[in-house]
């Protein structure tokens, strides 16, 4: 029986003994009503006052039985409330050991430290993209919004190296620092980076002056939010049209129109492949707004004779139901 059913019943349950003693009294000793509720509270309370009135033989009887009924009662209630607690505790440990169980199964998954206003917001993308993620929050007043957003979380010190390890940091392929102090993060940026020196790191930098520490520390990247808030504004003010079209294609709440991107792995039909061969406009409806070439350079509106090479990361704009095929056709390992 559910938690709300137990304590409605146990409501119910002390009514009707109650009740029935008030019945009783007045019926057997012909007491008045607040007479019988008076003894019938102290007798279910076992307090042990004085009778009220002279009571007879046959109300001494139902008194015994009033007495049994009201330690049973309370002993029902004692056992529901053990109960409650007690299973609550188990779920807790059980659900706990689950959660761990699943984030230690993880691959290539993300690690986000710090559940803040910021985290919380790349999280809810991340989760759009994929469910590998995994929050680490130290903040005790910020696990029932983990609960209730569903996230795979640990709690504690996100610079712990136990903590970071169960978070799986061996296995994972991104970790983001999004820790509220400078210090914080750069601490954690080195802590990772020498528990796996291959993870890609964004870190969160509140000051311009931190932003080479974390470099040095092993950020792959180093983002500021008050500098990325500040652009965005610009641009809206600036440039609301552009503003507009970008906030279309880059969010994932609208079909219409997006912008991803795509890599060519070395077993791809289109490795070594022109743009005009390709295929991609006609078979796709895609727009290829760019290729990032494995060394790193970007190449915006390539020629047509432009060759996809392997390692290619494909910037293309179109229908997500087209991009979706677009990616399983140029790599089929794709689930």
């Known amino acids: 029986m559910n938690r709300p059913k137990q304590i409605i019943r146990a409501i119910i349950v002390s009514f009707v003994i109650f009740l029935i003693g008030v019945t009783g009294y007045m019926t057997i000793e012909k007491w008045t009503l607040l ?19 002279e009571i007879s033989s046959t109300g001494r009887i139902f008194t015994i039985f009033m007495i049994f009924a009201g330690a049973g009662y309370f ?13 609550g505790e188990i779920q807790s440990i059980l659900g706990r050991k689950r959660l761990d169980r699943k984030i230690s199964k993880l691959k290539n998954h993300y690690i986000v430290c710090g559940y803040g206003r910021i ?3 790349l999280c809810q993308l991340i989760k759009e993209e994929t469910k590998d ?6 903040d005790d007043t910020l696990l029932p919004t983990l609960e209730k957003d569903k996230m795979h979380y640990l709690h504690g010190d996100a610079s712990d190296e136990d903590l970071l390890l169960r978070a799986g940091i061996k296995n994972a392929a991104f970790l983001v620092t999004a820790l509220a102090t400078d210090t914080a993060n750069v601490f954690l940026v080195l802590t990772a980076r020498q528990l796996n020196p291959d993870i890609y790191i964004m870190a969160r930098a509140s000051s311009p ?17 008050y500098d990325t808030g500040a652009m965005s504004m610009g641009l809206k003010l600036l440039r609301p049209s552009v503003s507009s079209f970008l906030d279309v294609a880059l969010s994932r709440k609208r ?4 912008i991803e991107e795509i890599f060519v792995p070395k ?16 078979d796709f409806n895609l727009i ?19 060759l996809i090479e392997p390692r290619d990361t494909v910037i293309v704009m179109g229908k997500t139901p087209d991009l979706r095929k677009f990616a399983k056709a140029i790599n089929p390992e794709i689930d």
């Open 35 to 53: 007479d019988s509720a008076y003894m019938t509270a102290i007798t279910l309370s076992t307090v042990g006052l004085m009778e009220v009135h």
């Open 75 to 87: 002993l029902y209630i004692a056992g529901v409330i053990i109960q409650s607690i007690v299973e």
């Open 119 to 121: 985290g919380k917001v």
């Open 133 to 138: 993620l995994v929050v680490i929050e130290k």
């Open 209 to 225: 002056d931190v932003r080479s520490k974390l470099m040095i520390a092993g950020a792959n990247i180093v983002e500021s939010p």
């Open 255 to 258: 079909a219409a129109i997006q």
């Open 267 to 282: 077993s791809s039909k289109y490795t070594n492949v022109a743009l005009k061969d390709s295929g991609i406009r006609q």
């Open 288 to 306: 290829i707004i760019s290729i990032k070439k494995a060394s790193g350079e970007m190449l915006f509106n390539p020629h047509f004779e432009t």
